[in-house]
């Protein structure tokens, strides 16, 4: 499936990305306001590079926001690993009273 969507989605984003970058070689004029720098920067890099940035700033945002579900579901896990070791304790231990059970119904009556 996850191929499917690339080939149906990623495929023919790249090849868009590739057509304007192609097409938007000419150089602009990029300066912060209140900083004197400025930098001659062709258009389709101006316009990819915020992109890659925005992708990888929301990114962080989510990850930073699933934080908590994170901690959650890793105390979850060890709850869940802690009642597993108890339930086969018991389970061994309920076993050895059947054995034991078990053994005292095959004696013979005392005399």
């Not at 080939?7 to 590739?18: K, T």
């Not at 097409?23 to 990819?48: E, G, I, K, Q």
């Amino acid at each position: 499936m996850r191929k499917l969507v690339f080939w149906l989605i990623g495929l023919p984003l790249a090849v868009i990305a590739a057509v304007f970058a192609v097409n938007n070689r000419d150089a602009v004029s990029v300066s912060l306001w209140p900083t004197p720098f400025s930098v001659d920067l062709p258009l389709y890099l101006l316009c990819l590079g915020a992109l890659v940035i925005g992708l990888v700033v929301g990114s962080l945002f989510t990850w930073i926001g699933s934080a908590k579900l994170r901690v959650r579901l890793r105390d979850r896990d060890l709850e869940i690993r802690g009642l597993k070791r108890d339930l086969d304790k018991r389970v061994a231990e309920n076993q050895k009273l059947v054995e034991v059970t078990e053994a005292q119904q095959a004696l013979p009556p005392a005399a």
